[in-house]
C-alpha cells in the first residue's frame, strides 16, 4: 500500500514564512554601508529574520549575523544578542548544518538565563528539539520539547504550551506511540481554537489526520482531512491542499473506493506540478502505480512506477548526503553532551570546594573576634568584680543582646564592606599606574563603577550605623505631625540617578495634603529603603508604585514593584537579621540584608507593622502602617 504523507509542522518560533514586507527590506540592502550601527542593526536582524529559513541566503544571513554579533559585543546589548544567535542556529539547521546549529542554540541559553527572559529560553529549547528530531532523536526532542513547554506553562504561555504540544505529538508519533501523539494534538487544538490560531489550527487538523491513519481509523483520518483541506482553501494554500488530497486518496485506495482515490490523487498531482513539489511529486507517482495495479491496468502501473524510479533516482544522491550528515551530527552531538555532563560535575566539585573553604574562613573570623570580646569581657568583670553581684541579671541579658549584635557587625563588615573597597582599591590603583592607557570611554565607566561602590559602601555604613545605634537604644524617637508626600518627593529625587540607570520610573500615588504622626526620619529611612530595594531588585523599564490609604486611624504605605520576587518561605526571614538574607539585584548591584531589618525596627518604635506580599518571579509588595496625624484624625472624625 502506498505511504501517506504526514505534515510535519516543527515550529521555528521566530521565523516567519511570510515574505510580508521583503520587498521594503530589499530596497534598504544596497544602503546598507552608509548606515550607523545604531540604524544598521535593525535592517541586519529584519533580513536575517526574513531569509534564515531558506537556504539558498545561507551565506548572506551569515554575514549579516556576524556583523550584529561584532556591532553588540561593543554595545553590551545581551537581550538582542540571544535573538541574532537563535536566527543563527535557525539558519544553520536549514543548511543541514546541525552541529553547528546547536552550538549556536547552546550559547544563547546561559545569556537567556542570566537576563531571566524565559520567552526567549523556550524558543531556544523548542528549536533544539526540533535539530533533535531532525536527526531521528526522538527521546532528545522530546526531552526539550517537554523544556520549553514547563517554562511557558509556569510563565502563563498558552500559545507556546500549544506549540509544545504539537511538537511533542510529532516525536511521539514517530515513535509509533499513537495514543499520547493523539492526545497531545487534542490539547493543541483546544488552544488554537480558543486563540483562534488558524496556522496552528491546520498543522493541528493535519497531523490528527496522519495519526488516525496510522491507527487504521480511516473514517475519522478522513474527517480531519476535509476539514484541513477546507482550512487551506480558506487560506489559499495550494501546497497543503495537494498533501491533504494525495492523503484522502490513500484513504479511499484502502477502502476500495477506486474512482475517488484516482480523482483525489490526479489533484494533487496537478497542484505537485504546478508548484513544482518534486518529493511530493514522487510520492503520488507512487501512489499512482499501486492504484493502477490494484486495478489491473499493469502499462500506467508501469508507466508511473518508472517516473517515480527518475525521481527517486536523481534525489538519491542528496539523500545520501542529508543521511551522513544526521549520522555525523548524532555522534558530535552525543559527544558534546558528554563533555558538558564532565563538565557541569567538574563545577559542582569545584563549587563545594569554593564553600568549604569560604565556612572556614567565616568560622575563623566568628572564632576571632569571640576570643576577643571573651578577652575584653574578662578585662571588664575583673574591674567590676564589686558592683556585679547587684547587676548580674541586668548585664547578663544586656550581653546577649550584644554579642548577638557584635557577631552580626563583624560579619557584615567582613564580608559586605570588603566588596565596594574591593573595587575602589583595584580602580584606584590602576588610575594612578596606567591612567594614560585608558580611553575616554573607559575611563568614564571606572569612574562611573567607582561612584557605584562609593555608593554601595555609603548606604551600608549607613545602615551599619542606624542599626547598631538602634541595637544599643541610642536612636531617640521625635515624634511631630508632616506631610508624606513631601518626603516622597524628596526620596524620588535622590533615586533619580539610580531609576534612570535603569530606565524605571516611580510612581507616587499619595494624597498630596496626608499628615502623618510619626518620627519623619524614621519614616522617610524606611521608604527610602524600600524604593532602593525596588530599583535594585526591578528589570529595567520597569515602574515601581508608592502608594498610601487611610484605614481606620493609620495610614498604609505600599511600595510595588514588578521585579524578581520573593519566594513565601523567605517572607519573614527577610526582616530578621539573624537570618540576613542577602540576593543580587537584576542589574547586580549588592546589598548586606540589613536595610529590611531596619525597616521593621523603625516601623515597630512608630507603633506600626510591616510585611510583604511576594511570590517568586512576580514582584513583591511591601505594606507597613503608621499612625495619622492627629489633626486628619480629628477631622476623619
Known sequence: ????????????????????????????????????????????????????????????????????????????????????LNYYGLAEYTSHNYEEAVARFYSAIPIAEKLNDNKQLSKLYNNLGMVYDEIEDYQGAINYYKKSLMIDSIHGNEKGVGMSYLNLAISYQNTMKLDTAYQLNIRALDIAERHKDSISLINVVNNLG??????????????????????????????????????????????KQYDKA????????????????????????????????????????FYYYDLYNIIVDSLHGESKDNKIRKIEAQYKLNKKQSEIYSLQQRTINQQEVIDMAKAIQLYLYIIIFLVMALLFMGY??????????????????????????????????????????????????????????????????????????????FNLLENLLYWTRSQTNRIKIYKTSFNLYEVVEDIRNLAESNLEEKAQELVIDIDKELELYADKDMIATIIRNLVFNSIKFSNPETEIFVEAERINQKVQI??????????????????????????????GEIGSGLGLVICREFVEKNGGIIWVESQKGKGATFRFTIPLAESAISSNE
Open 558 to 587: 505600599s511600595v510595588i514593584d514588578q521585579g524578581i520576587g520573593i519566594a513565601p518561605e523567605n517572607h519573614m526571614r527577610i526582616f530578621d537579621y539573624e537570618e540576613n538574607i542577602s540576593t543580587n539585584g537584576t542589574s
Open 210 to 255: 496522519t495519526v488516525e491513519y496510522d491507527r487504521k481509523n480511516y473514517e475519522k483520518s478522513l474527517e480531519y482531512y476535509l476539514r484541513a483541506q477546507k482550512l487551506y482553501n480558506d487560506v489559499n494554500n495550494k501546497e497543503g491542499r495537494a498533501v491533504v488530497l494525495n492523503n484522502i486518496g490513500l484513504i479511499y485506495l484502502d477502502k
Open 380 to 457: 571588664y568583670l575583673l574591674r567590676k568584680e564589686r558592683n556585679l553581684s547587684k547587676k548580674l541579671q541586668q548585664k547578663t541579658n544586656e550581653l546577649k543582646k550584644s554579642n548577638l549584635a557584635k557577631d552580626k557587625f563583624f560579619s557584615i563588615i567582613a564580608h559586605d564592606l570588603k566588596n565596594p573597597f574591593n573595587a575602589l582599591i583595584s580602580y584606584t590603583s590602576l588610575l594612578k599606574t596606567d591612567i594614560d592607557r585608558f580611553t575616554k570611554e573607559e575611563l568614564t565607566q571606572i569612574l562611573s563603577d567607582l561612584n557605584n561602590a562609593t555608593e554601595r559602601g
Open 1 to 84: 500500500m502506498g505511504r501517506v504523507v504526514c505534515v510535519l509542522f516543527a515550529i521555528f518560533s521566530i521565523i516567519s514564512t511570510v515574505f510580508a514586507g521583503i520587498s521594503r527590506i530589499d530596497s534598504q540592502k544596497a544602503n546598507l554601508d552608509d548606515l550607523r550601527p545604531k540604524k544598521k542593526v535593525p535592517v541586519l536582524m529584519e533580513l536575517s529574520k526574513a531569509y534564515s529559513d531558506s537556504a539558498k541566503y545561507y551565506n548572506e544571513v551569515k554575514a549579516y549575523l556576524d556583523e550584529v554579533l561584532s556591532i553588540l559585543e561593543k554595545k553590551k546589548n545581551d537581550s538582542l544578542k540571544v535573538t541574532a
Open 262 to 301: 484516482l480523482l483525489n490523487f490526479k489533484l494533487a498531482l496537478n497542484i505537485a506540478e504546478e508548484k513544482k513539489m518534486t518529493d511530493f511529486i514522487c510520492d503520488i507517482y507512487e501512489n499512482l502505480s499501486i492504484y493502477y495495479e490494484e486495478m489491473g491496468d499493469y502499462k500506467n502501473a
